[in-house]
């Protein structure tokens, strides 16, 4: 039950990063997701530097976050996918792999609260749920 559970934790956040990095990458083609409503919105985030950089405009620092908040997300979920598939006894011996994935998945269903909208929100939770859940059941 312990691996079912990780593997589906661990899959939603692999699903959510690859899908947020798809839709980035595509919006630096054709920005129609992460763009803001407001055409001239977008046009003055390409014209305005930021200011850590003058060369680095804030439409391209705003893509290059989505771009590496993406990646955290795949990264995270794809090394948990493994852990579920081909290393379930070390999740359930190892008080380190339980914390940082209840951690991990707790931290991204606040940030989902705080600044996102419902889907990332629901998935942080189903994610956090069965990590919890599948840590719980290691000390039964």
């Given at each position: 039950m312990s691996q079912?559970?990780?593997v589906a934790a661990a899959s939603v956040f692999l699903l959510l990063g690859a899908m947020h990095g798809i839709l980035t990458l595509r919006d630096l083609r054709d920005p129609k997701v992460f763009t803001p409503r407001d055409p001239e919105l977008r046009k003055a985030m390409q014209q305005s530097s930021i200011?850590?950089?003058?060369t680095i405009n804030l439409w391209d620092a705003w893509m290059g976050?989505?771009?590496?908040?993406?990646?955290?997300?795949v990264l995270f979920g794809a090394a948990y996918?493994?852990?579920?598939?081909?290393?379930?006894?070390a999740f359930a011996k190892s008080a380190l792999l339980q914390a940082c994935a209840v951690l991990v998945a707790g931290i991204y269903l606040i940030l989902s609260l705080?600044?996102?909208?419902?889907?990332?929100?629901?998935?942080?939770?189903?994610?956090?749920?069965?990590?919890a859940i599948a840590a719980a059941l290691a000390h039964v």
């Open positions: 079912i559970l990780i200011r850590l950089h003058r976050f989505n771009l590496t908040h993406s990646l955290g997300l996918v493994y852990v579920g598939v081909f290393e379930p006894g705080k600044f996102f909208f419902s889907k990332p929100v629901i998935g942080s939770a189903i994610g956090l749920g069965c990590f």
